[in-house]
């Protein structure tokens, strides 16, 4: 098994700044991918970002320019740099990876419980 424990979310006024962290542990023998997403209420879930293999990054047209994401592969950690944050990006964010357990294994999806990030003056 795998847990994932994301950390940083709070209250934050228009134009501030957060940082997110997803720490991975258990079972790992090598991440595939890793990302962020985000679901307001009444809304689906959606892709923040997400960093595939070796370090290609995707990210939401929402959040160009704004976020960035990055992995410390040696701590299986995954950071969400927030900036120029808007009321809009009120959310709950949910770290996400796709863990492969064992050589030539298929990677399986793990999800956190989440972190309430809001946006409001």
């Known amino acids: 098994q795998v847990q994932l424990v994301e950390s940083g979310g709070g209250l934050v006024q228009p134009g501030g700044s957060l940082r997110l962290s997803c720490a991975a542990s258990?079972?790992?023998?090598?991440?595939?991918?890793m990302g962020w997403y985000r679901q307001a209420p009444g809304k689906q879930r959606e892709l923040v970002a997400r960093i595939i293999g070796g370090g290609s990054t995707n990210y939401a047209d929402s959040v160009k320019g704004r976020f960035t994401f990055a992995r410390d592969n040696a701590n299986n950690t995954g950071y969400l740099e927030m900036n120029s944050l808007k009321p809009e990006d009120t959310a709950v964010y949910y770290c996400?990876?796709?863990?492969?357990?064992?050589?030539?294994?298929?990677?399986?999806?793990?999800w956190g419980q989440g972190t309430q990030v809001t946006v409001s003056s």
């Open positions: 258990g079972n790992i023998f090598s991440i595939h991918a």
């Open positions: 996400n990876a796709a863990v492969v357990h064992q050589r030539w294994g298929q990677p399986y999806d793990y």
